[in-house]
């Protein structure tokens, strides 16, 4: 067993693992957010035929300067459509397709008008105002690749093409079990040295918003056969993975990591060297791992957004993951650790430089500093005062996480 591992370690340890994932088949109207399983390809070219961008007079160009007759009308929808004749003019509209043998598309206000023809006062240039076949996209043209997170855009895309159905990874569902007889729940009564469980609500957030099934485990009191019991649940059921917090320590009542253990378990790793979210420890049976977290929130967050997430969006099918830059310290840093700490922070511009700006708090209970958190900015282990200016690593968050 592997401990006190750093958390690049350990996050490579758990993407390592292997995954299963299955695909499914929504209705457009449910596929937004999901993640593709498929690329999605062009049926036919965007637009598909030539149409006219206003309401106007399509012609051919080499009958022009001149009176044409004004003979038919091309709308949106048109089902027949007469090709156009020599001499002559068709009223087209917004939209509309291009008759055939018609090359210049000019807008009603442009002409003259006066009974049955229209006037058309200077030369014109064959293929003016017509938008294209193809214009957007050929046919065969990649519209959305596997692993993207589809967004309003993209489905839009999609409905344009005319699929009703869209193929996309199931989302991967999560048994979520919270440990510790201090808890209770928001809206019930607290005992006098009780805390509310924060935790379960905060990082189901962020799973969800990974697009995971999450599923309530309960709150469970401080009793190594009881949590073994819904751990084994967990693996036995139709989960996809089980996350436990409290318990992942070195203390006495660190009974997820004992209930593991008790389990017959394979533990990959356990302790981290990073500050907060050191408090973790991570078991494999068969193809299910059992992730356990530290029970002070901030730290099981960061844990989950650093460590976890290459495994989680792994597990997900989607293309995304945190981006490591190297910014400048807007203020200065003066706490030594031995430990790699991690900040929560967000950017901030000034002069034109781009710096790492800490959010206030530190604590590994501090939940109200993942507000506006967009980056995690890491100080290596060691480091002693660190001046405003000093460039650090930084990791960018997908833009799904805030």
Not at 60 to 84: H, Y
């Amino acid at each position: 067993m592997l401990k006190l591992i750093s958390f690049e370690q350990a996050a490579e340890i758990l993407e390592a693992q292997p995954v299963s994932r299955k695909k499914e088949y929504v209705a457009i109207e449910d596929a937004l957010g999901r993640v593709l399983a498929e690329n999605m390809t062009a049926a036919f070219p965007m637009p598909p035929f030539d149409k006219s961008p206003f309401d106007g007079f399509a012609f051919r160009a080499e009958d022009t300067p001149g009176e044409l007759k004004i003979r038919g009308e091309s709308a949106a929808g048109s089902k027949e459509l007469e090709p156009l004749l020599p001499g002559t003019a068709m009223r087209i509209f917004t939209g509309a397709p291009v008759p055939d043998g018609a090359d210049v598309i000019m807008k009603f206000e442009d002409t003259e008008v006066t009974g049955g023809t229209v006037r058309i006062a200077a030369a014109q240039k064959a293929g003016t105002s017509i938008i294209r076949q193809g214009e957007d996209y050929p046919a065969g043209a990649v519209l959305a690749m596997e692993g993207e997170r589809l967004v309003p855009a993209t489905v839009g895309v999609l409905a344009s093409q005319g699929f009703g159905q869209i193929p996309v990874y199931c989302r991967p569902k999560v048994l979520f079990i919270s440990t510790g007889t201090e808890l209770a729940e928001p809206g019930e009564e607290r005992a006098r040295y009780g805390i509310y469980n924060s935790s379960y609500y905060s990082l189901s957030g962020y799973l969800r918003m990974m697009n995971f099934t999450v599923r309530r485990g309960g709150d469970v009191p401080d009793d190594q056969a009881l949590i073994a019991s819904q751990i084994e649940a967990g693996l036995n059921g139709d989960t996809d993975l089980v996350i436990t917090t409290g318990g992942a320590s070195v203390g006495d009542y660190d009974f997820a990591v004992r209930a593991a253990e008790a389990l017959g378990m394979e533990i990959l790793f356990w302790k981290v060297n990073a500050k907060p979210g050191g408090a973790l420890m991570a078991a494999r049976r068969g193809e299910k791992l059992l992730i356990s977290l530290s029970g002070n929130p901030a730290a099981a967050m960061m844990s989950l957004l650093v460590v976890l997430q290459p495994y989680l969006r792994k597990l997900t099918g989607v293309r995304l993951g945190n981006k490591a830059l190297e910014l400048p310290l807007l203020n200065d840093m003066p706490k030594f650790s031995t430990a790699v700490r991690m900040l929560r922070g967000h950017p901030t511009i000034r002069d034109g430089i781009t710096y790492f700006e800490e959010n206030p708090g530190r604590g590994n209970g501090h939940i109200a500093s993942f507000e506006q958190c967009s980056m995690i900015g890491i100080v290596p282990a060691g480091s002693g005062n660190l001046p405003a200016g000093t460039v650090i690593r930084v990791l960018q968050l997908p833009v799904d996480l805030y």
